[in-house]
């Protein structure tokens, strides 16, 4: 679903990610898991066409990023760590806007707002401005506005950050159904217990490089993510 | 103190960085200092000319040392409505109090630090405005050894009254800034208020000037009455006068430590009971969902921003708004205004080619673009991460200017043929040369917007009031406006109206078709690279 081919990215003279390569295939949960400043974040917003690919390919669902970024944007969603929205906007009319822009019909963007405006539990603040909302509110309105666009590839920044217990269970089920019905997810976290019991791979980076990518069960052994993760970063020959 | 100069300085370097198109390389803050200068070189040209005819109407009735207590009234009003929108977004609304409130350090220092910032950008218009006025005097009268170093002391002393009155109105325009839909409704009442107020003006202005030819010492008594710090200041700077200037001083400095004594003992309770006001609520239904095309998603979206947003109302709705007082006051009137006839007659044109004049800068006055990208600031996101080409987002922002500018102007222009009763030639190009400045006033927003963005602006006002793309805009668009309009005036008597508006449409395509081929290549190159 998602092939990242010796991408790089430089901001100015540094370096932010180095010749990355991993796949994200399709039915599967992948964590990207990494360090502050390691690379996730510009990796994330490069695939989902934000940033441009200085070096490398990206391929979303067989469609190019840089060549052919309309179709790749058309079946993939991506949230940032800290979802600014339209404060101007009630959570309504910004599940409306986005639903025009991927082309959502009518009925179906009433069935998809009902359906996880209620699972979120914010079907009752959506004629709220979202400028009264609150960090967990604008997470959540943002994680419906994804679903509504159905995507095939999701791809989350930091997605647990901000929600309540519920509401992380919730999402939870979400990306697992979503993998169950042929899509694929890669979410960047910090919380590694997370990442362990959710994830079917997990790709690991250091200052821009891959350090391993694999099967969660592979990569961790008999050990934990957690401990593999500090040994990973600890270990100087590593990327 | 130390504290406290530093906190002012950011709070300033806040403020002016808008300017900067937030730029950190060197080539570009230098480019934000020549944009400033250039923008003050402006102000200071328009004061000029405007203090020049004024005074020589005040000459007539031997009254040319009232143009010292008309400027400064009229900077301290201009500077309130200016200073009053910054300090309902910087000071009241101000995404760093949470931050500042936390630093130990005294209210007072905080809500003078605030002030100070406030007042530092309200000297600059003030002195922009007085200073001009003050050499239109001078090169007209005597004046004596003190009479520079008094104008100066007494503009910054009502400087610091304009900081003082715009802190309390921007304190009640955060106070009672409705949310929602009646956000939309406030902010079209407010822009029709500010109407009203410059069209009052207008014809007061006749009157007062009436009056003045008629009946000098009475206007001269009810000035010295009801504006008498202005008074005082003629008085401070005419006379030498001490004990005037010092009543200025305490007419500046004393509403200036009480708002800053007041602001600093109720500046949690005021910043914390703006922050924790009720949202509107409203039930909705999700058969409001329906679906559009993402073109007419994203022209609404730039509706209800422009709309929701009370500084965008009043500062880029200008236009549409004057072009549909002008056509009413046409219709109302059922006749040309006889100067406008005349200056038709001696301008070699008809009464509607003075009008599409009037528009064409009507049109120049501002667009709605010069800070549309400015204003996406950290949503830039949603937009880049949509399937959506980057020139259909662009020429949304384009239509939607159009969309709120072009249809005022058509009613308009059909005012004026209907009353002078114009043929359809005549009115269709009357139309088309004011339209086709605001198309390029539209494009050269967003080029100028693409080229300066400012996506970390501490608030709205700030990228919608004093960008670096805003100010550019606006000078671009009312030079070349100025420039097809200097040159049509002057064809006007050999080649007729229709010859005359032709070539506004000429001079005005060309700079059209280059930003349009900019916007197709450059801009769509530029937006991409935009974070």
Redesign the interface.
């Known amino acids: 679903m998602l092939e990242i081919s010796h991408f790089s990215h430089r901001f100015g003279q540094t370096l932010a990610v180095n010749d990355l390569s991993f796949t994200v295939p399709a039915g599967r949960i992948v964590g990207f898991i990494g360090h502050n400043g390691a690379g996730k974040t510009t990796t994330l917003r490069a695939a989902?066409?934000?940033?441009?690919v200085d070096e490398g390919q990206i391929v979303v669902a067989g469609h190019d990023v840089t060549s052919d970024?309309?179709?790749a944007?058309?079946v993939s969603?991506?949230l940032?760590d800290n979802?600014?929205?339209?404060d101007?906007?009630?959570g309504?009319?910004y599940?409306?806007?986005?639903?025009?822009?991927?082309?959502?019909?009518?009925e179906r963007?009433?069935e998809l707002?009902?359906h996880y405006a209620s699972a979120y539990d914010i079907l009752g603040d959506?004629?709220?401005?979202i400028?009264?909302y609150s960090h967990g509110m604008k997470q959540k309105l943002a994680l419906v506005s994804a679903f509504v666009r159905e995507p095939r590839l999701l791809m989350l920044d930091e997605p647990f950050v901000g929600l309540d217990p519920i509401a992380a269970h919730t999402l939870k089920g979400h990306l697992r159904t979503l993998c169950d019905s042929g899509g694929a997810v890669l979410f960047s976290t910090h919380i590694l217990e997370v990442a362990q019991a959710l994830c079917d791979d997990v790709v690991i980076i250091k200052r821009g490089r891959l350090v391993v990518a694999g099967p969660t069960a592979t990569v961790i052994g008999d050990s934990s993510l957690e401990a593999v993760f500090l040994e990973l970063q600890a270990d100087p020959g590593a990327a | 103190m130390r504290a406290f100069w530093t906190i002012a300085w950011v709070q300033l370097r806040g403020l002016l960085s808008a300017t900067a198109g937030g730029a950190r390389r060197t080539g570009q803050r230098r480019s934000a200092v020549a944009i400033l200068a250039a923008m003050v070189g402006f102000s200071l040209y328009l004061s000029f000319t405007y203090s020049w005819a004024l005074a020589s109407m005040l000459r007539a009735s031997e009254t040319t040392d009232l143009i010292l207590v008309m400027m400064p009234l009229f900077g301290v009003v201009g500077s309130v409505l200016v200073g009053a929108q910054g300090a309902a977004g910087f000071i009241f609304g101000g995404r760093d109090n949470d931050l500042l409130l936390s630093l130990p350090v005294s209210r007072l220092l905080l809500s003078l630090a605030k002030l100070t910032a406030l007042f530092a950008d309200s000297m600059v218009m003030m002195l922009g405005i007085c200073l001009p006025a003050g050499a239109v005097y001078a090169l007209q009268a005597r004046t004596n050894p003190l009479y520079w170093p008094f104008l100066i002391v007494g503009t910054v002393m009502l400087s610091l009254l304009a900081t003082a009155l715009g802190a309390l109105v921007g304190l009640a325009l955060s106070a009672f800034r409705p949310?929602?839909g009646a956000a939309v409704v406030a902010n079209l009442a407010s822009l029709a208020l500010l109407l009203a107020i410059v069209a009052g003006l207008m014809v007061g202005q006749q009157a007062l000037l009436a009056r003045l030819i008629s009946d000098p010492s009475a206007l001269r008594a009810t000035l010295r009455a009801w504006a008498a710090p202005f008074y005082w200041f003629r008085n401070a700077v005419l006379d030498e006068s001490w004990l005037h200037l010092g009543l200025v001083a305490l007419a500046g400095l004393v509403p200036f430590t009480l708002v800053a004594a007041v602001l600093a003992r109720n500046f949690l309770r005021i910043t914390s009971a703006l922050a924790a006001r009720a949202?509107?609520?409203?039930?909705?239904e999700?058969?409001?969902?329906?679906?559009?095309?993402?073109f007419?998603?994203?022209v609404?979206?730039e509706a209800?921003?422009f709309f929701?947003?009370s500084s965008y109302v009043l500062n880029c709705g200008i236009s549409p708004a004057l072009a549909l007082v002008g056509g009413g006051y046409l219709l109302a009137t059922r006749q040309i205004p006889p100067p406008l006839v005349q200056a038709a007659v001696a301008a070699g044109g008809t009464p509607l080619f003075l009008i599409s004049a009037a528009l064409i800068m009507i049109c120049a006055l501002g667009s709605t673009t010069a800070p549309s990208i400015s204003l996406e600031?950290?949503?830039l996101?949603?937009l880049?991460?949509?399937?959506?080409?980057a020139r259909t987002i662009l020429d949304a922002k384009v239509a939607f200017n159009l969309l709120v500018l072009l249809p005022p102007v058509a009613f308009a222009v059909l005012a004026g043929a209907v009353v002078s009763g114009a043929g359809p030639l005549e009115a269709v190009l009357a139309f088309a040369a004011p339209a086709a400045t605001g198309v390029f006033a539209a494009e050269l927003g967003l080029v100028s917007n693409l080229a300066w963005p400012k996506l970390d602006a501490a608030n709205d006002t700030l990228a919608i009031k004093q960008s670096a793309s805003v100010l550019i805009a606006f000078l671009g668009t009312m030079a070349v406006a100025g420039t097809a309009l200097g040159v049509s005036m002057a064809a006007a008597p050999r080649l007729g109206t229709t010859g005359a508006l032709l070539i506004v449409l000429a001079i005005v395509s060309v700079p059209i078709l280059v930003l349009r081929l900019v916007l197709a290549g450059w801009g769509i190159r530029t937006f991409?690279?935009l974070?």
């Not at chain 1, 599940?95 to 009518?106: E, M, W």
């Not at chain 2, 880049?384 to 080409?389: D, M, Q, T």
Request: proline residues 8%; aromatic residues 8%.
């Open positions: 989902a066409g934000i940033l441009p970024p309309l179709a944007k058309r969603a991506f940032p979802p600014d929205l339209y101007f906007m009630s309504l009319e599940l409306n806007f986005i639903a025009d822009l991927y082309r959502v019909s009518t963007r009433r707002v009902a959506l004629g709220t401005s400028g009264a | 949310q929602g949202p509107a609520v409203r039930a909705v999700l058969t409001e969902l329906r679906a559009r095309s993402p007419r998603a994203l609404a979206k209800r921003r929701g947003t600031g950290d949503r996101w949603v880049r991460e949509a399937p959506l080409a991409a690279r974070a």
